[in-house]
């Protein structure tokens, strides 16, 4: 463990999570929460944490470069490459109002604000990612301070046959406001990347959260962002999944203070034998609080998704709106997608709602692209994108949604070439 | 100069006959009025002739130059110069006119030019607010910006036969005269045909047909000039309903 480096008290951390893990069996399809999944897959011992200058990179790596130029304007850029942070930039004028933003070791030893939110690890894998997380980035918003460009946290992966455990906490102060831009990607390689967000927004603060996810096609992704909403406090989180070879995320929010307010959107999109695993949590504590989920998928070649979510209402949460919807649009006969909404209640002065589809493209609006003289391959290409464009023209950082287009449209033209190839 | 012909053209929704030998013919700078009774199979016409799934065709054909368009896909179609206003347009979230219709034009090589200049010209001939432009196709527009959509199209298009399925329904007097104006203005200046479905002889006051046909019970019953939308507003259908099976 003393390879990974850091400070002690980080140190002591990991000692106890690997004594922990070595004792915690692995998940398996058996639980609910993994049903589905791919989890009997993994083989743990194909992948190994990097030991502390394993990597050479310095300064941000091109290719994520190039994400920040389109990016424009933002109040501090944090690059965390296999891992480790290798580049922390803070706008002066955003440092002056005392934002953090940076080395978690370095802003907040002995680390009081690690696992507030997720609180102490349970399972093999929050166990596994306490034991082996090297180098966590912390973003701290002092109360009443509004932050007026997105702060830029960019991952990238290139080391083969790596592990690696980012860990990202945000805490908005009271009556704060920040927009936080999560960029997940890498290099073609066969890594496992398992990472964390504990997301939290206190009281009246206003969190906007968004997590980009183009992650190379050997990648496999076992993510967990866990987000506590307090009193009158408005967060928002939008997670757009293109990558990897399987990418889960498992999202869990909680409305913890009253009249608290969460939207948790996502959009994702398989192809080939891609597979996209999101498990939603909307835990509503307080009473007075609302919970908004939308979720938009496709499939495409034999790639599957699947989606499970549940709306937790707690025995004091009265007066609770809490919504889900997730609809999947499957676009191969070999693809496939699964839809799975829960509600659980225990107080009845709520209104609840939870919706879910899978099923083609749908066929009134492409017939009526047809009609107009429009082939049904590019219908069906418009129809898609316009389809996630629900999600995507309401992300918090706009400018981020752009590239992201760009890979869904590519992966479309993939899809149409493919067809060709196929009728030929 | 262009000629759909429609003849002997029988078709099934679900097993059950709704066309039972439909026989029309519309040529370049035409107007043809089709009216008729609630059900006597109106839509299903134009359903069927522009290519929406879930109609059976069980016999006759329908030809455009001589090309046999029951042969072709519903874009293929729309590609030779059929235009089919619907009488409910279909919402598509997210997707906008302009990329639609400029797939359209590039799918018949006609691409590239400025669409939205040409959606905005279009626009203010029919007085359609500007600002729906820039909306998802058809979404959160009422019943008469939808028809006023449909003749936009129509106009950016520029097919050679159009079929307008009750484009005048869900619009007040004044919108209706600025839609029957445009088709009209497109009958004499392009030579479009037009195939107008509707109830209303008002519509006609604009768009002046050259003949009108009476569809009951799936066949053309009666065929006339302009005068026999007048008698039909006067007398309905009541004559055509009773035809035994």
């Known amino acids: 463990m003393a390879r990974i480096g850091g400070p002690a008290w980080l140190r002591a951390r990991r000692a106890a999570a690997i004594e922990r893990f070595a004792v915690t069996p692995l998940p398996t399809v058996e639980q609910e929460v993994w049903r589905y999944s791919r989890i009997p897959e993994l083989d743990l011992a194909a992948y190994a944490p990097l030991p502390p200058g394993a990597s050479s990179a310095v300064g941000i790596p091109e290719q994520l470069r190039v994400v920040l130029e389109t990016l424009g304007a933002r109040a501090a850029v944090v690059a965390v490459v296999n891992g480790r942070v290798v580049h922390v930039e803070v706008d002066p004028a955003i440092a002056a109002l005392g934002v953090e933003v940076g080395r978690l070791v370095e802003l907040d030893a002995p680390g009081a604000t690690l696992g507030s939110i997720s609180g102490a690890p349970t399972t093999a894998f929050a166990q596994l990612h306490a034991a082996f997380s090297a180098d966590p980035v912390l973003v701290r918003v002092p109360a009443g301070v509004v932050v007026p460009a997105p702060v830029v946290v960019l991952h990238w992966t290139d080391a083969p046959s790596s592990a690696t455990f980012p860990h990202l906490v945000v805490d908005a102060g009271e009556d704060s406001e920040v927009v936080v831009y999560d960029h997940n990607a890498s290099e073609d390689v066969d890594a496992l990347v398992l990472p964390v967000a504990e997301l939290r927004a206190r009281p009246a603060s206003r969190l906007r959260y968004v997590h980009g996810q183009v992650l190379g096609p050997q990648v496999w992704q076992l993510g967990r962002q866990l987000s506590r909403v307090e009193q009158d406090a408005s967060f928002s989180t939008a997670m757009v999944a293109l990558g990897g070879d399987y990418a889960r995320l498992e999202v869990e929010s909680t409305l913890a203070g009253r009249g608290s307010a969460g939207e948790m959107l996502a959009v994702y999109f398989g192809e080939e034998r891609q597979m996209h695993d999101f498990r939603s949590l909307q835990d509503h504590v307080a009473p007075r609080t609302t919970s908004n989920l939308l979720f938009k998928g496709a499939v495409q070649g034999r790639a599957r998704s699947v989606y499970t979510g549940l709306i937790h209402i707690g025995k004091h949460a009265a007066g609770v709106d809490a919504f889900q919807t997730n609809r999947n ?68 950082v706009p400018a981020a949604a752009a590239p992201l287009r760009s890979e869904i449209a590519a992966k479309l033209d993939r899809r149409d070439r493919q067809a060709v190839g196929a009728g030929a | 100069m262009a000629e759909l012909v429609i003849s002997g053209l029988r078709a099934a ?64 179609r729309a590609a ?166």
């Open chain 2, 80 to 245: 030779a110069g059929l235009f089919s206003a619907m009488q409910y347009p279909t919402e598509v979230p997210g997707v906008a006119l302009a990329d639609v219709l400029e797939e359209a034009l590039v799918a018949v090589g006609r691409g590239g030019g400025d669409v939205a200049e040409r959606m905005r010209f279009e626009a203010e001939r029919i007085g359609f607010d500007e600002r729906f432009l820039s909306r998802p196709v058809n979404v959160d527009l009422s019943g008469g910006e939808k028809k006023r959509n449909e003749t936009l199209q129509l106009g950016v298009l520029q097919p050679r036969i159009a079929i307008l399925d009750e484009i005048d329904s869900g619009l007040d007097i004044d919108a209706l005269r600025k839609v029957a104006r445009r088709v009209e203005a497109e009958t004499e200046e392009r030579g479009l045909g037009v195939l107008a479905i509707t109830h209303y002889r008002r519509l006609l006051s604009v768009l002046r047909a050259d003949a009108v046909h009476v569809l009951a019970r799936g066949r053309v019953v009666m065929s006339g000039g302009p005068e026999l939308a007048d008698r039909l507003e006067a007398s309905g259908y009541a004559g055509f309903t009773d035809e035994g099976e």
């Open chain 1, 329 to 396: 649009i499957k676009l191969s006969e070999g693809a496939w997608a699964e839809s799975v909404p829960n509600l659980e209640i225990e107080n009845n002065d709520v209104r609840c709602s939870h919706a879910s589809a899978v099923g083609p493209v749908d066929e009134d609006q492409r017939y009526y692209l047809e009609s107009r003289g429009v082939p049904p391959a590019r219908a069906e290409r418009l129809i898609v994108l316009g389809f996630f464009e629900e999600v995507l023209e309401r992300l918090a």
């Open chain 2, 13 to 76: 929704v679900g097993g059950k006959e709704i066309l039972r030998g439909v026989d029309l013919a519309v040529r370049s700078g035409e107007v043809h009025a089709v009216m008729g009774p609630n059900g006597s199979g109106k839509s299903t016409l134009a359903h069927v002739v522009m290519g929406r799934p879930g109609y059976d065709v069980i016999g006759g054909s329908v030809t455009l130059d001589g090309v046999d368009l029951l042969a072709l896909e519903p874009w293929e």
